[in-house]
Structures are given as structure tokens and as C-alpha cells.
């Protein structure tokens, strides 16, 4: 398994205003994710950070709204811009235990989650 | 498109009593298919998993899960359930390269 860490746990922002969340993983993966839970709903697929390529982002989610830094292969950094009060959810940060490069088959462990609520 | 239903979105048991959460999904040939829980305040934590082979897998926290191809269903069962049981439970299936997360259902346990 892997040991996922995020910053910050929670926090309160102004709308208008950006947040950037770490995330921070005790061994190299390959491929790691970001994920949105809406109050009361289920995770959403933001997009998928691999590192040394540009995130690939799932219908519904631009790089400008949602830019991902992925500098190696144990941290990530998901930034949500321009923030509205419709962003207020649970960021989860995600990995992908495996060398094959492809989620078919790997089990992904996450992270405990960025509680963020917009103002 | 594929997708992931989980029917009951609100199960109260009583501490002691058995469990089972269901879960089906819709998807042309047999997915990789999972169990998750979350914890109030929690990330997810995987419970268990079927990739192949025998279709009764069993998990951590005494949880198993049936795979039954024939009703395309994965539901996930706890013979005695404890109070600390008390969580959010997602099924998810991984057809290609990302997971597709159920509703959820929210398990409420009684003394």
C-alpha cells in the first residue's frame, strides 16, 4: 500500500480567490489522480497527473479552472482558481500502485482529503 | 457508458446483525471491480477487490463481496456488523484506465 498525505486538511476561502493543495506520497508512483466529492455525492475524476506529461483532464474539467503540477514521482499539487462557491467540496488525492502505466487492473489508494468551502 | 448503481443510499442496522450493500454495474465484459469505505472526516480506504478467480473475495474488517457475472452485480457482505462500521461505502468499477464510483451508501449503526 501507500501512505498519501495532503495539505492542507481543510480550509475556508474568499471567492475569487485560488487554493493549491499538496499532495505527497512515501514512495514513487507512477500515476496519480485528483478527485472531487461533492457535499453528499461521489468522486469525480478531475484528472490524471503522470509524471514527466501534462494531467489529462476528464469531461467537465479545464487546466485553467484546475491547473496540476506534477515535478516527481512522490508530490503533486492540485489548484483550484477563480473559486466560486460551487467549488466548496472534498479534493482527494490518489495513486496507482503498479508499473504498467495503466489504472486497468491496479488498485488506487487515496489520501484523507482537502475539505475546501468557498465563501 | 458504463456505470455503477448502488441502490440503497441510507441502511441502518443494528449492531450485531448481518449486512449486505449491493452493487451493479453496467459494463459490456467482466470489470475490475472494488469495495471502498469512508470514514466521517476520512480519505477512502479500499476493503476489497476482484480481478479474477474465485468470485467470493474476502476483505479486511471481516467484509466479503460476491462477484455474480450472471446479474452483474458485486454486492458486499458482513456477517456481524459493528458500530464502528458506521461509514460511507463506494463501489467502483475500473473498466479502462479510471474508476467509476457508485453513489454511495451510508451505513448508520445502532446500539
Known amino acids: 500500500s501507500a501512505v498519501i498525505s495532503q495539505k492542507p486538511s481543510r480550509d475556508i476561502c474568499q471567492r475569487g480567490t485560488s487554493l493549491t493543495i499538496q499532495c505527497q506520497v512515501d514512495?514513487?508512483?507512477?500515476?496519480m489522480f485528483w478527485y472531487r466529492q461533492q457535499p453528499g455525492q461521489s468522486l469525480t475524476l478531475i484528472a490524471t497527473?503522470?509524471?514527466?506529461?501534462?494531467?489529462?483532464?476528464e469531461s467537465g474539467f479545464v487546466i485553467d479552472k484546475f491547473p496540476i503540477s506534477r515535478p516527481n514521482l512522490t508530490f503533486s499539487t492540485l489548484t483550484v482558481s477563480n473559486m466560486s462557491p460551487e467549488d466548496s467540496s472534498i479534493y482527494l488525492c490518489?495513486?496507482?500502485?503498479?508499473?504498467?502505466?495503466?489504472?486497468?487492473?491496479?488498485?488506487?489508494?487515496f489520501g484523507p482529503g482537502t475539505r475546501l468551502l468557498v465563501l | 457508458a458504463q456505470s455503477v448503481t448502488q441502490p440503497d443510499i441510507h441502511i441502518t442496522v443494528s449492531e450485531g446483525a448481518s449486512l449486505e450493500l449491493r452493487c451493479n454495474y453496467s459494463?459490456?465484459?467482466?470489470?475490475?471491480l472494488f469495495w471502498y469505505v469512508q470514514s466521517p472526516g476520512q480519505g477512502l480506504q479500499l476493503l476489497l477487490k476482484?480481478?479474477?478467480?474465485?468470485?467470493l473475495v474476502q476483505g479486511i474488517k471481516g467484509f466479503e463481496a460476491e462477484f455474480k457475472r450472471s446479474q452483474s452485480s458485486f454486492n458486499l457482505r458482513k456477517p456481524s456488523v459493528h458500530w464502528s462500521d458506521a461509514a460511507e461505502y463506494f463501489c467502483?468499477?475500473?473498466?479502462?484506465?479510471?474508476?467509476?464510483f457508485g453513489t454511495g451508501t451510508r451505513l448508520q449503526v445502532f446500539p
Open positions: 490518489s495513486v496507482a500502485l503498479g508499473s504498467s502505466g495503466r489504472i486497468l487492473g491496479e488498485t488506487q489508494y
Open positions: 514512495s514513487q508512483v507512477t500515476m
Open positions: 497527473a503522470n509524471q514527466g506529461s501534462e494531467a489529462t483532464y
Open positions: 459494463y459490456g465484459a467482466t470489470p475490475y
Open positions: 476482484y480481478f479474477s478467480g474465485d468470485t
Open positions: 467502483a468499477v475500473a473498466p479502462a484506465d479510471k474508476l467509476i
